[in-house]
């Protein structure tokens, strides 16, 4: 899920309960007033952050409260696909997809993957490389695959004991391609449904 979540660029609120203490002087000889010492103030503190931040960026003691997505445009295609040795386990990888067209150009691409024991990265690189290119051909999947080879380079998961990084790295390609293929067929299928309704 929260890798579905970095790539449609979503974000937590996340709330803390705090207390401040406060030592009050008696005031002074115009302003009398009541010393009062170790007086206790609580509150509550929220803020917001992105969903590829909230491992490093949430502190201890605060609680996820809401997760606000960010509604794709009409035109866009989204896919969550998955690795893992049964269909009930848990993902050794997984990759997440979005992808808008807007004028037979891809105008926003986003690509994240995560899994087990591993935080969710996106790929920024791929991102860069197809964002504004005039939409593939979906027979011609060479270029779709030679972009993803230079934009994963410096793709490095981490090992756990379910799987090596090189396997994640290895299968990580094929999962991205599937993933980012899918959405943009869904993205180039919406944007035909709806041209077709508007005229």
């Known amino acids: 899920m929260l890798t579905a979540l970095v790539a449609m660029d979503a974000e937590v609120v ?16 115009e302003r009398p007033g009541l010393a009062l010492s170790g007086v206790v103030y609580k509150g509550k503190q929220e803020r917001r952050i992105l969903c590829r931040e909230v491992t490093s960026e949430r502190r201890p003691g605060e609680l996820i409260i809401e997760v606000m997505v960010p509604r794709p445009a009409l035109s866009s295609g989204t896919s969550l696909m998955r690795v893992s040795r049964t269909a009930a386990d848990v993902a050794l990888l997984n990759a997440a997809a979005l992808v808008e067209i807007e004028g037979k150009v891809y105008r926003k691409v986003r690509l994240a993957m995560g899994g087990a024991s591993m935080d969710p990265v996106r790929l920024y690189r791929v991102e860069q490389l197809l964002e504004g290119q005039p939409v593939m051909n979906p027979l011609n999947s060479q270029k779709l695959l030679t972009t993803l080879q230079e934009g994963m380079s410096t793709f490095r998961p981490p090992a756990d004991v379910r799987a090596s990084s090189s396997y994640r790295r290895v299968s990580g390609m094929g999962l991205a391609y599937r993933a ?5 067929n869904v993205a180039s299928w919406r944007g035909m449904v709806s041209s077709e309704r508007g005229s």
Not at 14 to 29: E, F, N
Not at 180 to 184: D, G, P, T
């Open 180 to 184: 980012l293929e899918e959405a943009m």
């Open 14 to 29: 996340v709330r803390s309960g705090s207390k401040s203490q406060i030592d009050l002087s008696a005031g002074t000889h």
